[in-house]
C-alpha cells in the first residue's frame, strides 16, 4: 500500500484522495493506521473547536414509524415493540430539565409519520417561545418540502436526516423496493435549500458494505458538504430482518470518524449513541477519533426503553442527560469539555440567535 501517512497527510490537508486509494486504506488499515488518522482528526477539530464538545439534549418524541428499514427496530411491521407518542407538555418538560441541567441545544428524534405536519409545527413554535436561544433540530425522516418549509419557520435550525449508505445500490438492499434512495437524498437537498443546517451520515457494518462502499461514503461527503455527519455501527435489532447479522465494528467507526473529520474540518460529528452501546469507552474513544458532539438522552423514563432501535441501546447514567457529570468526567479523563452552548457550524449564523 502507498504510504497511509502521506495519504492521511493529504486529506488533512484538504486534497482530494481518489477513492480506490482510500478503498484500500480502509481495507487494509490496522491499529497504526487508526491511531495515525485519529491524531491528525483531532489536531484538525482542535483548530476549530479547541478541547470543546458540544451537548445537545435528545428527546425520543414517539417511535410510531411507517417505514419498513431492514435493520431498525422502530420498523412498522414489528409488533413486538410497545408504541408511543409523547404529549406536547412531556416534550417541553423534558427539554426544560435539560434546561435546568444547561442545555441550550435540543433534538427532536422519531420515528417518520405522515401526520404530523401541524402537530410538529405547534410544538416546535412553542418550544422557540419558550426557550428563544437555544438550538432546535428535528430528526423526524423523510417529509415533503413544505413541511420541512412549515417546520423550519415554526423555529427549527437544524435536521438530522442520515442518507444510511452513499451507494445506491447498497441502500436499495438494506430498505423494501418501496423506499427510494434518490427520494432521500432530494430530501437532504431540500433542507439544504431551507436554510436548516442539515446532518447526513451512514451506519458502519451494515449488511453487503465493504470498503470500496465507506470509501465511497467520503467521496459524497466531501461533495455534499453537509453541516453534521452521525457515524454509528450496525448493530443487529432481535425483532428485524437483519436480526442474524453481525454487528459493525467499533474500530472501523473510529476509522471512519476521523477520515470525514479530515474531509470535513468544521463538521458537527457525535460520538453516537449506538458506538456507546458498542462499547464501554465508546463516547471517549468517539471524541478522541475526531467527533466534537455527543446526545444525552433526555426521554422520559417511561417511554425510554422503547425507543428500541437496535438491541442493547444505551440511555441510562453518562448516556442520559442526567448523568450529564459522568459524562463530562469521561470527557476531562481525555483532555476535552463539555460545551453546552447552541454548538452551530463555524460558518453558519443563526438568525434566531
Ligand atoms: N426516522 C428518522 C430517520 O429515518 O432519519 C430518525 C430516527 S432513525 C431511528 C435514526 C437512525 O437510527 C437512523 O438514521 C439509523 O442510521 C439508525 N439506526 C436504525 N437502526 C439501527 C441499527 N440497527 N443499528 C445502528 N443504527 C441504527
Not at 422502530?74 to 427539554?95: P, Q
Not at 441545544?105 to 402537530?119: K, P, R
Not at 413544505?146 to 445506491?168: C, I, P, Q, S, V
Request: contains cysteine; aromatic residues 8%; proline residues 4%.
Amino acid at each position: 500500500m502507498a504510504d497511509y501517512r502521506e495519504i492521511l497527510q493529504r486529506m488533512a490537508r484538504g486534497e482530494r484522495v481518489d477513492t480506490e486509494v482510500l478503498t484500500e486504506l480502509i481495507a487494509s488499515a490496522d491499529e497504526d493506521v487508526r491511531e495515525y488518522a485519529a491524531a491528525l482528526a483531532r489536531e484538525v477539530a482542535q483548530e476549530y473547536f479547541g478541547n470543546g464538545v458540544y451537548l445537545r439534549g435528545l428527546v425520543e418524541i414517539s417511535n410510531r414509524c411507517s417505514r419498513g428499514c431492514y435493520y431498525c427496530g422502530l420498523r412498522a411491521e414489528n409488533d413486538a415493540v410497545h408504541r408511543y407518542s409523547l404529549s406536547h407538555d412531556e416534550v417541553a418538560e423534558a427539554c426544560a430539565e435539560g434546561y435546568n441541567l444547561g442545555f441550550r441545544s435540543f433534538v427532536l428524534q422519531g420515528g417518520e409519520m405522515h401526520n404530523i405536519q401541524d402537530d410538529v409545527a405547534i410544538l416546535t413554535k412553542r418550544l422557540r417561545n419558550e426557550m428563544p436561544e437555544v438550538a432546535l433540530t428535528l430528526s423526524l425522516g423523510e417529509q415533503s418540502y413544505e413541511t420541512y418549509r412549515r417546520w423550519r419557520e415554526a423555529g427549527a435550525d437544524r435536521y438530522l436526516l442520515r442518507h444510511e449508505t452513499a451507494t445506491k445500490s447498497h441502500y436499495q438492499r438494506l430498505h423494501p423496493e418501496w423506499m427510494s434512495y434518490d427520494e432521500r437524498l432530494e430530501c437532504l437537498d431540500n433542507l439544504h435549500a431551507l436554510g436548516y443546517q442539515r446532518g447526513a451520515g451512514f451506519m458502519v457494518g451494515s449488511p453487503w458494505q465493504g470498503a470500496a462502499e465507506l470509501a465511497t461514503e467520503i467521496d459524497f461527503l466531501s461533495k455534499m458538504r453537509p453541516e453534521m455527519v452521525g457515524i454509528g455501527p450496525f448493530i443487529p435489532q432481535s425483532a428485524t430482518p437483519f436480526a442474524v447479522y453481525e454487528r459493525g465494528s467499533v474500530e472501523q467507526t473510529l476509522l471512519m470518524i476521523s477520515l470525514v473529520r479530515l474531509t470535513l474540518p468544521k463538521a458537527l460529528i457525535p460520538a453516537t449513541t449506538a458506538l456507546a452501546s458498542s462499547d464501554e469507552a465508546g463516547t471517549s474513544r468517539g471524541v478522541m477519533a475526531g467527533a466534537n458532539v455527543v446526545m444525552p438522552n433526555l426521554t422520559p423514563r417511561r417511554v425510554r426503553g422503547d425507543y428500541a432501535i437496535y438491541d442493547g441501546k444505551k440511555s441510562y447514567g453518562s448516556e442520559s442527560a442526567e448523568g450529564v457529570e459522568m459524562l463530562a468526567e469521561q470527557l476531562f479523563r481525555v483532555g476535552y469539555e463539555p460545551r453546552m452552548t447552541r454548538g452551530d457550524h463555524p460558518d453558519f449564523v443563526p438568525a434566531n440567535k
